[in-house]
Every structure is written in C-alpha cells, then in structure tokens.
C-alpha cells in the first residue's frame, strides 16, 4: 500500500496526501473519495465493527457473553486477518507506534469497539456491567493476538491467538 510505503519510509507527518495520491497512481480528488484523510488509510471505516456486532447478534442464544465475544473474534480472524494482511498488519503497527497522534486514534477505535461489543451484549439481554466486563475482556484479547499474530515471524490463525488471549485473561481474572 502506498501510504504505509510513505509512512514507514518519511515518517507521518512527513507524508501529504498528495504524496499517497502520487505513490497510489491516484489524484487527490479521488483519493478523497475514498477517505476523509490520511489517518483513515490505516484505521478503516468501521468495517470490523460492524462485524463483531453481527457475530454477536448470531450467536446461539445459549452462548455465555465471552462465547459470543469469541465467536466475534473468530469471524474477524477469518474475514480480516489473512495470512495476507499479516505483513500490512506488522508495517502498520510499526507506523502507529512510531507516531503519538495514530497512538491516539488507535486508542479511540479500540474505544469505539469496546462500546459496540457492550452494545451488542446488552441488545441480547446481557446486564450493563457483564457487558461491558465481557466487551473489555474481547478487546484486550484482540489487542493481544492482533500483537501476537502481525509478528511476521508468526504463522498462527488470528482466530486461535484470540481465542488462547481470551482463555489467558479468564484464567488472570480468576487469580484477581
């Protein structure tokens, strides 16, 4: 991708739009088209939210709060994080930590998923404070195999590093 290209190679703050648009074969216009601004090309629009919100609305009504949160992670694993991405998922990662504002909106997102995790728990009659414990619980285990799994050295399924964080946090939680 050409803004990770940039990114990585000038810095952030040291690549315009206009320098993506160049890279990407693209006009400035057109790359407005597609996003509100640079930072978007690296978080998206909410497309893996909306996911998890799906995967937790489908799960059997029997399932426990963590079974749907899990069942959300596996279905993130399998639509968004491919063996594909695994290497634009490492390059990503060092470019947000590299810079304090993507930091930020990073922290923001992960706060926005937490709030749609809680709001789906509860729309399947979960009380507010298991929602929200469970909604923390699944985005620490994503943020734990997301670090884990775009470790290009890695071979594992997102899917299954999400679910062994989610066991490791249970288990931590039991010991509190």
Known sequence: MAALELF?????ENTTVIDIARRAGLTKSTFFRHFQDK????????????????????????????????????????KAFTPARREFSARRRAVIAANPELREREALKGLGLIASMAGALNR?????????????????????????????????????????????????SALC
């Not at 990585?8 to 952030?12: L, S, W």
């Not at 290009?152 to 964080?165: G, P, Q, W, Y």
Request: overall charge negative; proline content about 3%; aromatic content about 6%.
């Open 8 to 12: 990585a190679e000038r810095g952030y």
């Open 39 to 78: 930072r978007e090309v690296l978080f998206g629009d909410g497309t893996l939210t909306g996911l998890v919100v799906e995967a937790i609305a489908a799960a059997p009504a029997t399932a426990t709060p963590l079974d749907a949160v899990a069942r959300a992670l596996d279905a993130v694993g399998r």
């Open 124 to 172: 399947r009659g979960v009380p507010d404070l298991t929602s929200r414990v469970a909604a923390e619980l699944g985005a620490l285990a994503w943020e734990i195999a997301y670090e884990r799994w775009s470790d290009t050295a890695s071979s594992d399924d997102f899917s299954e590093l999400a679910r062994r964080a989610l066991g490791e946090l249970q288990a931590a």
